[in-house]
């Protein structure tokens, strides 16, 4: 069975669904609008909410940093990587 929903998609899933329910909207209604049950909401929670969200994020920071440096025809430093 082929997987339908990309982890970027999950994440972007789980950001919308937390602003929803900090807009008083219940678990049951936000999987209702993002056409999801709640055991995924739960899976998804546990494995890319929190943490996970954040260490993709620094990754893909690091990652455009780094590209940044070598199109400067240099190579990176850690400190290219927290600046971008």
Same mark, same amino acid.
């Given at each position: 069975?082929? &997987?339908r929903h990309s982890p970027e998609q999950?994440?972007?899933n789980l950001r919308?669904?937390?602003?929803?329910?900090?807009q008083s909207?219940?678990?049951?209604? /936000?999987c209702k609008h993002l056409e999801i049950s709640e055991a995924s909401w739960h899976r998804w929670?546990?494995?890319?909410?929190?943490n996970e /969200? %954040?260490? %993709?994020?620094?990754?893909?920071?690091? %990652?455009?940093?780094? %590209?940044?440096a070598e199109g400067a025809? &240099?190579?990176a430093s850690p400190l290219d990587i927290g600046n971008f």
């Open positions: 069975m082929a &997987r999950i994440i972007r919308e669904g937390e602003k929803l329910i900090g909207f219940s678990i049951e209604e /936000v929670r546990a494995k890319y909410g929190g /969200v %954040r260490r %993709r994020e620094t990754a893909q920071g690091a %990652r455009a940093g780094k %590209r940044a025809g &240099r190579r």
